[in-house]
């Protein structure tokens, strides 16, 4: 198992970057898929971007491609998630999520380990 634990959050204005970092422990974090989620007030958890476990292969909804990045560093256990150019749309609780795998996931369901979650909020 995987304990997974989310960071840099925080309040910023329309137009702004934020970077996003999830600490992995317990288990190789080499091994699993991750992904970057959200979930705004009133409306559903949803896919925001996912990478596999070399970094090879990443994707990003349509949303927010070409201002989200995901990248992941294996040797400190953590995934990123650059977020440029952010819009007041983009105000969530952003997760983190891992699979042991070495494919790569969109789906919520595919996921079994999350993080607590960490507050975004992009002001107009």
């Known amino acids: 198992q995987v304990q997974l634990v989310e960071s840099g959050g925080g309040l910023v204005q329309a137009g702004g970057s934020l970077r996003l970092s999830c600490a992995a422990s317990?288990?190789?974090?080499?091994?699993?898929?991750m992904g970057w989620f959200r979930q705004a007030p009133g409306k559903e958890r949803e896919f925001v971007c996912a990478?596999?476990?070399?970094?090879?292969?990443?994707n990003c909804a349509d949303s927010v491609k070409g201002r989200f990045t995901i990248s992941r560093d294996n040797a400190k256990s953590t995934v990123y998630l650059q977020m440029n150019s952010l819009k007041p749309e983009d105000t969530a609780v952003y997760y983190c999520?891992?699979?042991?795998?070495?494919?790569?996931?969109?789906?919520?369901?595919?996921?079994?380990?999350w993080g607590q979650g960490t507050q975004v909020t992009v002001s107009s």
């Open positions: 990478i596999n476990y070399r970094g090879s292969i990443t």
């Open positions: 999520a891992g699979k042991l795998s070495t494919g790569i996931y969109y789906s919520i369901n595919q996921y079994p380990y």
């Open positions: 317990g288990r190789t974090f080499s091994n699993y898929a």
